[in-house]
């Protein structure tokens, strides 16, 4: 884990320097693992974020906070009424192990002055925000009650005694000296890696640290050291000790050769060398932000998203299979010529054909050699009544045949159009995005509406971007945008863009009476190609035009539009144009 002990320091230190005696002024719950406390002081606001997600949990101060449900859980809503315009005085952590203390100053219903403390556990899967009274120690609610059927070792629910979580029998670098955890460490089974020995025995060092100390001792060292190696094991010790006691360091993020963040430490990471990169940021709150933001935000959406990707998910795998059943079907009608010729030969031989008779063989005159066929017969009807069921089979079949290639093709058209709006939600960002994809499909009846008054959420503005040369490029997000921004937004004489024969956002280069560049093109081309099913790939095709080019059919699904006089150009994905 990242946030390791020593780092929940730095961010302890850095609340008490920004956020002490700040006063709560809004409390919110984005979902259920995060608490947003909102702290006002004189010289402006601070967004402290609580989290106990299992995969990133954590404190610090955020800038952007995510969404918040329409209707408060109801922990939010007891923070509210306990927290509401507390005053933070107090932060504390003990030692360097992974708890933190919020102490919090508040006026209870009686009009009395009482302290409310916000224990928040950094423990992976286990992490949890508890609400104790600090007077008390007694548990006012938690953020993820533990009973006996989650843990026979340690309870966490209301009206109980908090009892802290178990003591790992750990150094404290705080306390302890370089001499002292070089000696624990000794102790340990012999070469035993030092990156494992430090963690074995440092109370809340991480993994990066651990392994960033054996890289400034020397690489491949283990807990037997000795000589010039032990002495540079203590010097090192020493120094990570005296930015452990006094908060100093660097605090930065190590990303991977491909952009994405790896891991994150408060002090210089030199470990990788040139085989990842090494970013150093302002402020220790702000590294954790960073970190976390873009890869929680995806995890985010895809919760939000579950219900709407399985939604979808049935409704392509139903309209493929139907689909797949009209062509069967389809295929089958196909020889309805046979079933003519069959009524014509009855017609023809009734005079031949006995009463109750279950099949007759005549000869074919519709063949040159007049080669002898068998037909099949229903003896319980006359010779003239099977030969008009022929007749009637064969127009049932020529009428299916034009009903099934226009149903064919309206299931094409709806599978298309179901894709497009699976390729909007994979790449919608936001809730209002998916709300907006929700509300696209009640539209068309996939999705019930739901009864009551719903709030009405404001549009999303198309996304919007600047080309190196200066022209404005927007990008739709979902297709009743697409359809906007195309057909209501546009100018005639502004370029429209869209992946070739795939799934993708409508691109449109603001011209305002200029011809656009080819560098404007070749840049929202790459934009196009971006936000669209091919976004991993290479070399994709993008159509543009003109976008009086572009109409769309009369009841046409959201979207969907045709368009001539196109040309096309091949660019690899990017949302960076510069």
């Known amino acids: 884990m990242a946030l390791d002990g020593i780092f929940?320091?730095?961010?302890?230190?850095?609340?008490?320097?920004?956020?002490?005696?700040?006063?709560?002024?809004?409390?919110?719950?984005?979902?259920?693992?995060?608490?947003?406390?909102?702290?006002?002081?004189?010289?402006?606001?601070?967004?402290?974020?609580?989290?106990?997600?299992?995969?990133?949990?954590?404190?610090?101060?955020?800038?952007?906070?995510?969404?918040?449900?329409?209707?408060?859980?109801?922990?939010?809503?007891l923070l509210r009424k306990r927290l509401g315009g507390s005053k933070l005085v107090g932060v504390r952590q003990?030692?360097?192990?992974?708890?933190?203390?919020?102490?919090?100053?508040?006026?209870?219903?009686?009009?009395?002055?009482?302290?409310?403390?916000?224990?928040?556990?950094?423990?992976?899967?286990?992490?949890?925000?508890?609400?104790?009274?600090?007077?008390?120690?007694?548990?006012?609610?938690?953020?993820?009650?533990?009973?006996?059927?989650?843990?026979?070792?340690?309870?966490?629910?209301?009206?109980?005694?908090?009892?802290?979580?178990?003591?790992?029998?750990?150094?404290?670098?705080?306390?302890?000296?370089?001499?002292?955890?070089?000696?624990?460490?000794?102790?340990?089974?012999?070469?035993?890696?030092?990156?494992?020995?430090?963690?074995?025995?440092?109370?809340?060092?991480?993994?990066?640290?651990?392994?960033?100390?054996?890289?400034?001792?020397?690489?491949?060292?283990?807990?037997?050291?000795?000589?010039?190696?032990?002495?540079?094991?203590?010097?090192?010790?020493?120094?990570?000790k005296s930015k452990a006691e006094s908060c100093e360091g660097t605090p930065c993020i190590v990303y991977r050769e491909d952009g994405r963040p790896m891991d994150f430490s408060f002090m210089p990471i030199m470990q990788y060398g040139s085989y990842a990169d090494v970013k150093q940021t302002e402020g220790y709150s702000a590294t954790v932000d960073e970190f976390y933001e873009e890869r929680d935000a995806r995890e985010r959406m895809r919760v939000k998203s579950h219900s709407l990707n399985k939604l979808l998910s049935n409704l392509i795998d139903r309209t493929a299979r139907k689909i797949n059943k009209q062509r069967t079907e389809l295929a089958q009608c196909g020889n309805r010529e046979q079933l003519r010729i069959y009524g014509d030969l009855l017609h023809a031989n009734l005079y031949r054909i006995e009463r109750g008779a279950a099949e007759v063989e005549v000869e074919n005159f519709y063949d040159e050699n007049n080669a002898i066929v068998k037909i099949k017969l229903n003896p319980a009807i006359s010779p003239a009544a099977n030969a008009q069921k022929y007749?009637?089979?064969?127009?049932?079949?020529?009428?299916?045949?034009?009903?099934?290639?226009?149903?064919?093709?309206?299931?094409?058209?709806?599978?298309?159009?179901?894709?497009?709006?699976?390729?909007?939600?994979?790449?919608?960002?936001?809730?209002?995005?998916?709300?907006?994809?929700?509300?696209?499909?009640?539209?068309?009846?996939?999705?019930?509406?739901?009864?009551?008054?719903?709030?009405?959420?404001?549009?999303?503005?198309?996304?919007?971007?600047?080309?190196?040369?200066?022209?404005?490029?927007?990008?739709?997000?979902?297709?009743?945008?697409?359809?906007?921004?195309?057909?209501?937004?546009?100018?005639?004489?502004d370029v429209w863009l869209h992946t070739k024969d795939i799934h993708g956002s409508h691109v449109i280069i603001r011209c305002d009476g200029k011809p656009a560049t080819d560098t404007a093109i070749i840049e929202a081309a790459r934009l196009a190609a971006y936000h669209s099913k091919a976004r991993e790939s290479t070399n994709v095709p993008v159509d543009y035009t003109m976008v009086k080019n572009v109409s769309k059919p009369a009841g046409a699904k959201p979207g969907m539009v045709i368009y001539v006089k196109n040309k096309t150009v091949y660019v690899d994905p990017s949302i960076n144009i510069k």
């Open 8 to 77: 929940l320091r730095h961010i302890k230190n850095e609340i008490e320097k920004e956020a002490l005696v700040a006063r709560v002024n809004q409390i919110y719950q984005p979902n259920r693992d995060e608490l947003v406390l909102v702290l006002r002081k004189r010289d402006g606001m601070k967004k402290l974020l609580l989290s106990a997600r299992a995969n990133s949990p954590r404190v610090n101060f955020c800038v952007n906070t995510p969404e918040n449900p329409a209707q408060p859980p109801m922990f939010c809503m």
């Open 94 to 240: 003990l030692g360097c192990d992974r708890v933190l203390f919020l102490d919090f100053e508040c006026i209870n219903e009686l009009g009395d002055l009482e302290t409310l403390t916000v224990v928040c556990e950094i423990m992976g899967m286990y992490s949890n925000i508890i609400v104790i009274n600090r007077d008390t120690g007694v548990i006012i609610d938690a953020l993820k009650r533990v009973d006996l059927t989650v843990s026979s070792r340690r309870f966490v629910l209301p009206n109980i005694r908090y009892e802290l979580p178990d003591a790992q029998e750990k150094l404290n670098i705080l306390e302890s000296s370089p001499e002292e955890i070089a000696l624990a460490a000794q102790k340990l089974p012999s070469e035993m890696p030092l990156p494992k020995a430090l963690m074995s025995v440092i109370q809340g060092i991480s993994p990066i640290v651990a392994r960033e100390l054996e890289f400034r001792v020397g690489e491949g060292a283990t807990n037997r050291l000795q000589g010039d190696y032990y002495s540079k094991l203590i010097e090192v010790l020493t120094d990570f």
């Open 391 to 493: 007749y009637k089979d064969y127009q049932k079949a020529k009428t299916a045949e034009t009903v099934l290639t226009e149903q064919i093709e309206k299931s094409k058209d709806e599978l298309s159009y179901l894709e497009s709006v699976a390729d909007s939600l994979s790449r919608a960002e936001t809730e209002r995005e998916l709300s907006q994809i929700r509300e696209e499909l009640t539209e068309q009846g996939y999705l019930r509406r739901p009864k009551g008054k719903q709030p009405k959420l404001s549009q999303l503005p198309p996304k919007e971007y600047t080309s190196s040369d200066g022209f404005t490029i927007l990008v739709g997000r979902n297709n009743r945008q697409n359809d906007k921004l195309t057909l209501k937004t546009a100018a005639k004489t």
